[in-house]
Each structure stands twice: as C-alpha cells, then as structure tokens.
C-alpha cells in the first residue's frame, strides 16, 4: 500500500483542496546551554488545520483501489472531530456523501465546519450530554456501514492505510533535518500519527527514540481509567486499543493530565503567539518535562496534530476551564517560567518590509 503523494514543498496552483496536504512546517520553540532543541512539527498548516487529513485522504484512496468504495458511494466514521474534517473534504472532491458518527464531546467549531462541508452528523447522545462515547459512536457506524449499499465504514482505528498516510511526515522530517532527529514525541490516539510516522522514519533514522503521550485516564498505557477532556486521543474505558499501537516500537509511554496539558497550551498561547490545541499541550508539556536531559545538540520533534483555534470555547475559555476545575494559573506560570529558562535567546525580529512608495503603486 503506497501512501498518497505529498509535497515536500506546496504547489503555486492546485485543483484539489486535499493537493495542499503536506509540507507543513517546523517551529523551534526552545533549546537548552547545550543546544538540544525542541522542535513543533505544525499540523495545523495542513488543509482543516490538522494532521488528520493525511490518513483520512489515504484511507479513502486505499478504499478506492481495493474496489470497497464505488462511485457515489458513502463514506461512514465515527469521529471527534478533526478525522470526520479531513473526510469531509475528501469526500466532497471526490463526490462521495459523507456520514459523521459524533458526541457531544467534539469541539463545536469541528461539527459546524463538517457540516458546512455537507457531512451528515448522526449523535450517539443528547444533547447537553458532553460524555466520551468512542465504543458507542464506532458500534453505530459499523452498523450503519453494514446496513446501507456502496457504504464504506473507514474504522479509522483499525485501518493500516491510517498509518501508510503519515508516512509523508517521516519523509518531510528526514529531508528538512538531514536525518538528525533524535526523539520523536507524539500523541497516542488511534496510534496512526505517531507510529506510521515512527516505523517509516526508523528506516532512514534507525535511532530515533519514540516517545507516545495520552492523556490520564486513557487506558492504551495501562490504568487506571477516568474520563478526561483532551480531545481526539487516547482511549477511553469501554473503546479498543487501535491497532495502529504498535507497542514494541514505542521507547516510552507518557501520562499527562488535562490540567497540565491546557496549561501548556496556554503558556505556549502567551509566550510565543501559536495556539496549539489541548492534546498537543499534552504532547510539548511531555517534551519539555525530556530536552533537558538530552544530549549537547539533539533534536526532538513533536508532532503538534492541530491549532488551538478550534478550542477558543473550551480550552482557550477561562469559565469553560473553571467550572471543569481545570484553571491553573500556577501550572500555567511554571510552564512560562520553563519556556523563559529553555528559551536562550529570544528570535530576533526580521525587519518589515518597505512600504511601495507612490511610484511603485
């Protein structure tokens, strides 16, 4: 199965909203005396502002090939959110109808935009009921996909072709830092993201160590299990391992609670300017927490899945934070205070460009 092609630098002109996946950018956001770096691989540049359209394309191309989904058929998911967005612009450009299997836990920015794109959103749950229902959303679209002609269940959980699509990103890794990647650290939901990209860029960089993250209270790390509020990861109580977690490539598993990931991503917010979303505050509070103990010169990447911007309601929203008991200013300074330690230098500003004088215009 050969993953969809990719830029590794984006086409002037392009027919295809899915043609602008890819070639999405890295932004060092500290480094330590000793010049080991951290550096955000910004998923947020892809087209819907997530990483997860690279599989949700390649799924559906995969599809395709084996013959499972015919013209004008139906694509059927069960989705949080950033998934469903990639399919639903997969499926509009290739004129297929699209089927979003939702909670209420989704941000509400995700369901609003898969709706603009024509997607049909099917609730497992009533309204104001903002539970994680992964096992109850994946049972529901199985059977849907079962029940209806030229209908295709992508089951992104366990669909190889989740992984094949991140193959790209261990490509553009290799060819932006010449092979010199260090540790790669990444959330750990369907397990697609982090472990396609890992096996892939082990054959280039066999040494790379592979850090996964999911949030407390997820059971793919072991338990114990609760709820929790970081979206489009981990795996809840009741829902199947993804198959996508391949455990004997993983050199470690992480735990970070909500409190510390929402934290993160609101110093990050304030301290540079780059919204980055709750799991992906998970992600860099783990890395942080690591490039001080690595060595003078190394490099760890951290796959950042998604922009914060979808977030502005909840994670992103004092009153939403505070009646979940999820503020913590302390753990928000403690992780500035980290940023302004790693931080040796502050970048500094290019010059603005000349204005055009009457003459010019």
Request: with cysteine; hydrophobic share 40%; proline share 6%.
């Amino acid at each position: 199965m050969a993953p969809s092609p990719h830029p590794l630098h984006r086409p002037a002109v392009v027919r295809r909203v899915s043609e602008l996946i890819g070639a999405t950018p890295l932004f060092e956001l500290c480094r330590t005396e000793s010049d080991a770096r951290l550096l955000l691989k910004l998923e947020q540049f892809n087209p819907t502002g997530t990483a997860k359209i690279r599989m949700a394309r390649q799924m559906v191309v995969d599809a395709e090939e084996r013959g499972l989904l015919r013209p004008g058929g139906r694509i059927i998911e069960s989705t949080s959110g950033n998934t469903g967005l990639g399919l639903a612009v997969v499926a509009a450009e290739r004129g297929y109808t699209f089927t979003a299997v939702v909670d209420h836990h989704a941000a509400k920015d995700k369901l609003r935009a898969m709706r603009a794109m024509g997607t049909e959103l099917v609730y497992v749950a009533d309204a104001g009921d903002d539970d994680l229902a992964t096992a109850a959303r994946e049972e529901l679209a199985e059977k849907m996909a079962a029940e209806t002609d030229n209908a295709y269940f992508t089951e992104q959980h366990n669909n190889p072709a989740n992984a094949v699509g991140y193959h790209p990103v261990a490509h553009e890794l290799d060819a932006a830092l010449d092979g010199r990647v260090d540790v790669l650290i990444g959330a750990v939901g369907t397990g697609g993201g982090l472990f396609g990209t890992g096996r892939e860029l082990r054959r280039t960089v066999p040494g790379v160590r592979i850090v996964g993250v999911e949030p407390e209270g997820s059971i793919a790390f072991g338990p114990p299990a609760h709820d929790y509020h970081q979206s489009g990861t981990g795996t809840p109580e009741g829902a199947t391992i993804g198959a996508m977690v391949d455990y004997d490539l993983l050199d470690e598993g992480v735990k970070v609670g909500d409190v510390a990931a929402f934290a993160t991503a609101r110093a990050v917010a304030r301290r540079t300017g780059l919204l980055i979303g709750g799991s992906a505050g998970g992600v860099v509070h783990a890395a942080l927490a690591r490039l001080p103990a690595l060595p003078p010169g190394a490099t760890m990447v951290a796959l950042v899945n998604d922009g914060g911007e979808k977030y502005l309601d909840t994670v992103f929203d004092d009153d939403w934070m505070a009646a979940r008991d999820l503020l913590s200013p302390d753990v928000e300074r403690a992780v500035e205070d980290t940023l302004a330690k790693l931080r040796r230098t502050d970048p500094v500003p290019s010059p603005a460009p000349a204005l055009p004088t009457q003459d010019q215009i």
